[in-house]
């Protein structure tokens, strides 16, 4: 047996759930640990990938949806999510029974409106993990795609419709370790040292109040306010 095939065959184990009639609460712990373990294992993947070999569904990925509902916080320090509607479906040609695919729009403080789309079945063009982002503000618009360094475009005068624009200076990152192995070593400094991380349960705790309002959302085909 090829070793790729053998680790096939080990993610084919993995993904057959062991408790059966379990609790969604179980379900979702279980699909967690399963991805996480896939990570570990493979190393970074796409998301198609991911849900290839984990078999985990929409409505039970709670550690990928957090993942990306913590940038726009990241992104916008201080901003926090009002309300969301939220929608799921299962796409023609989508290798799942249940709904693996979802578009979201959050309302959030200051007037922001976060748009999310994101499918575990999408065919060609993967996204990274951390997926791609359009970010439009007043004067301009930044662009971060497959985890390459952003692109932006800001106003350089005020004439016609569709005003001259200027390349974006961009600053480098100043992170030399970025991606999993960043967020590892930015938890382990923060138990040894005590310095905070780049995001910490403070945060955090409201993407996750995004991610369950998000489901609710779904279910009820109707505007959720997101209570942290």
Not at 29 to 53: C, K, T
Not at 197 to 218: G, R
Request: aromatic share 8%.
């Amino acid at each position: 047996m090829a070793t790729g095939d053998m680790a096939e065959n080990m993610d084919a184990i993995l993904i057959r759930d062991p408790m059966g009639g379990a609790t969604p609460s179980g379900v979702r712990d279980h699909n967690e640990r399963l991805v996480l373990s896939l990570i570990q294992r493979h190393g970074a993947l796409p998301s198609a990938d991911i849900a290839r070999r984990a078999n985990v569904s929409a409505q039970t990925d709670v550690a990928a949806r957090a993942a990306a509902y913590d940038m726009p916080g990241v992104v916008v320090d201080g901003m926090d999510p009002v309300a969301v509607y939220a929608l799921e479906f299962n796409p023609k040609g989508s290798w799942y029974r249940g709904d693996v695919a979802a578009s979201c729009i959050f309302e959030m403080s200051d007037g922001v409106v976060f748009t999310y789309r994101g499918s575990w079945c999408a065919e060609g063009c993967h996204t990274s993990w951390n997926g791609d982002w359009r970010i439009i503000g007043e004067k301009g618009t930044l662009v971060y795609d497959h985890d390459n360094d952003p692109l932006g475009q800001v106003l350089a005068g005020d004439e016609g419709f569709h005003r001259p624009l200027t390349e974006l200076e961009i600053v480098p990152s100043p992170l030399e370790f970025t991606g999993m192995h960043g967020a590892l070593r930015e938890m382990l400094a923060f138990i040894r040292t005590g310095e905070k991380p780049q995001t910490e349960c403070h945060d955090n705790i409201k993407s996750l109040s995004m991610v369950f309002s998000a489901i609710e959302s779904a279910e009820r085909r109707e505007r959720v306010e997101v209570e942290v």
